[in-house]
Each structure stands twice: as C-alpha cells, then as structure tokens.
C-alpha cells in the first residue's frame, strides 16, 4: 500500500489543492492530517496527534514501535491531476508582505558575490574546542577539526544556478521541536502535536516558497516520534527516497529549532514592526577519515544565502556553525540544516523566518 501526501505545487499564484492519494483514490485531507496504516508491525504515519480519548491507543502503539518510517513517505508533491481537495490558502498577511517588501527594495541585479572585491577569512578567536570566524562578513563558528578550510576557494566557486523546474525538498529530523506557545508539552519543549512542532513550520516555508513559484517536495514524516535518538537515521530514509524519486530536487534542507530548551532564550529581529524568529545555518563537512564530498558545494549556497541576508535583513542570522558531522548533509549537494528560532520564540515568529527565507532563495534561485 502507498501513500503520497501532496501538495504545494508552482501555483503562478493562484490557489492550489491538497489530495491524498491511496492505490489510485483520492481522499480528501488537510495540511496536518492523522493517517495511520498497520502493514507487517510496522506503523507508517504523517500525523497531527493530539490528547484526546480517541488517539490515545493510537499514540500508544506509536511510540512503542521504532520502526516507524517506510521508503514510501508521506511527502509533499508536484501534482497535475484534478481531483476533489482542500484548498490551500495562498493569500499573505500584512507581517509577510511587510518582509516582502524589504526583500523587493534589494537591487537584484548585483550578484551575492560579484560585488566582493576581495574574499577575506579573519580568524577572531581559536581554542581547543572551536575557533571564531568572519568570513567576508559571515560569523562562522567552527567546531570542526579540520581548522584549515578554504573559505576563499569556497566563495570563488561558481555561484550556484538553478533551472525553472528546480525545486526545494525539506523535512524535519527533530519534528517534535516547538515553541514558547504551544499549548501543551509531552517532554520539554517538545509536542507531538504538528500545528505547534516543525510540521508546521516546514509546511509553512514549503507555502511561502509556492507563493515564490518554487516548487517544493516537503516530508511529512516524523522522524524523532518515540525513538529520538534513531531520528537522523529515520530522517535520512525519508531524504534518499525523496532524492532517488523527484530528480528535479536541488536544494534540501532540515528544518529545525535551536534544541536549548531554555524559554527565556528568544532569539529575534525587529522588521518593519514585526518580530522575526533569528535562524542558524549548521553544516556538517563530514569526518576527519570520512569526509563529506559536498560539503564545499553546500557551503557555498549556505554563504550565499547568509552574504545576502546580511544584506537584506541584517541581523536575521546567528553565526553560521560548521561541525564534524554530516546531517545528512552528504545525500546530495546543496544540503543544509537551519533552526528557526529557539524554544522561547513563538511559532508565529518562526513562521514569519520562512517567509524571509522564502525571498532569499527567491533572489538566489533567479538572479
């Protein structure tokens, strides 16, 4: 039995329709949705699990089985055929038109890079344990061992360019990660709930970039559900099978919260008025005998995404963190892993950083 849960097509803006399909039948659906299939003991489900009488069996079962990923995920999806739906809403707030406009002022024909007269690399501060960077004006605080990287070499690659039928995959390792305002908890600063936890926010910057008519292959797939110590592994499944069957996927990213479960850390930005969560890129370059292949080509994009923010919306990001890992990050180029605000920013707040996201990979994707 397979499952694709779709939508989030280029809508050209108009409105656009969610399905579900099931062995050729369409279901109709919602953005966050409980499904759940029992095949040979093994629980597959893109959910929305609340508390109430009805799930709590359900929820049970759940988080007593580890095995809880199929190769077949609930995916976001390009979709041509009609059929009856859910239609979403692409209509845009104030607060997200404000951070449209910001972005619109931005001369978008001076290249990210083009306008750099020399690529320079200061090194602040070093220890045993990190040393402190700027890079051509990009805090990066790199924690890996391989402290003799070639940032200069990195930002005279080609910049990267991307074709009209390119898109965006994302997904959420830490799916349970929420915020200050979730109504309810199951373990600190965690919920199983997807309106509250990263289910949302990926669906929400998925949406903004739709509304920029990019495509987008979002992952509904919990993936740290009852075994959180299992869900890069469970994440990585979700990722290998969305780049082995959408092979116009160039850019994937992990969308998650900073994990210091500390309310009072609120990390923001003022915006015309409005209050944006702070974000942070984390790049994986691999291990010291095993290193990632593409971690030069997914820095790139990451420096470029940060050069410009610094431009358009200074003070957006929190200094760049490069570890030895990999984050997945070794699936494909492009690939990067970013927190939206942390535990004490509201949801709405990181929403609002993946519409300012949105229009940075917008300028990227067409200068």
Do not use: W
Not at 109 to 134: A, G
Not at 176 to 186: H, V
């Amino acid at each position: 039995m397979k499952f694709t849960f779709a939508f989030f097509n280029k809508h050209k803006r108009k409105r656009k329709k969610i399905i579900l399909k099931q062995s050729g039948n369409y279901l109709l659906s919602i953005i966050i949705c409980t499904v759940i299939t029992v095949r040979c003991n093994t629980i597959v489900f893109a959910t929305n699990l609340v508390d109430n009488v009805d799930n709590n069996i359900i929820k049970e079962a759940i988080l007593s089985n580890n095995l809880l990923l199929s190769k077949t995920s609930y995916r976001y999806n390009k979709v041509e055929e009609k059929a009856q739906s859910e239609t979403i809403d692409y209509s845009s707030t104030q607060e997200e038109l404000a951070m449209d406009s910001v972005a619109n002022n931005y001369e978008k024909n001076v290249l990210v890079f083009n306008n750099v007269d020399n690529y320079f690399c200061n090194v602040i501060s070093e220890t045993k344990n990190y040393q402190k960077l700027n890079v051509c004006g990009v805090e990066v605080i790199n924690y890996s061992s391989n402290r003799n990287i070639d940032f200069a070499k990195i930002l005279a690659m080609d910049d990267i360019l991307f074709e009209e039928d390119d898109e965006v995959t994302m997904y959420t390792t830490h799916t349970s990660e929420s915020y200050s305002n979730c109504p309810e908890y199951s373990a600190p600063a965690r919920t199983l709930d997807g309106r509250y936890n990263m289910l949302s926010v990926a669906s929400c910057f998925a949406r903004n970039l739709n509304i920029k008519n990019i495509n987008t292959v979002c992952s509904l797939n919990p993936h740290d559900y009852g075994e959180y110590n299992s869900a890069y592994t469970n994440s990585r499944i979700t990722l290998a099978s969305i780049i082995e069957e959408n092979p116009n996927v160039k850019v994937a990213i992990d969308v998650h919260r900073d994990a210091i479960e500390d309310l009072s850390f609120a990390p923001k930005l003022d915006i015309m008025g409005y209050n944006v969560a702070c974000v942070m890129l984390v790049m994986g370059i691999g291990y010291e005998d095993e290193p990632n292949i593409y971690y030069e080509r997914n820095l790139k994009l990451a420096f470029e995404i940060q050069m410009l923010a610094n431009k358009i919306y200074p003070g957006l990001f929190r200094p760049m963190i490069i570890r030895d890992s990999v984050y997945n990050q070794d699936l494909m180029a492009n690939s990067f892993l970013i927190e939206v605000g942390a535990t004490g920013n509201t949801i709405e707040e990181a929403k609002l950083s993946t519409r300012c996201l949105s229009n940075l990979l917008n300028i990227i994707y067409n200068h």
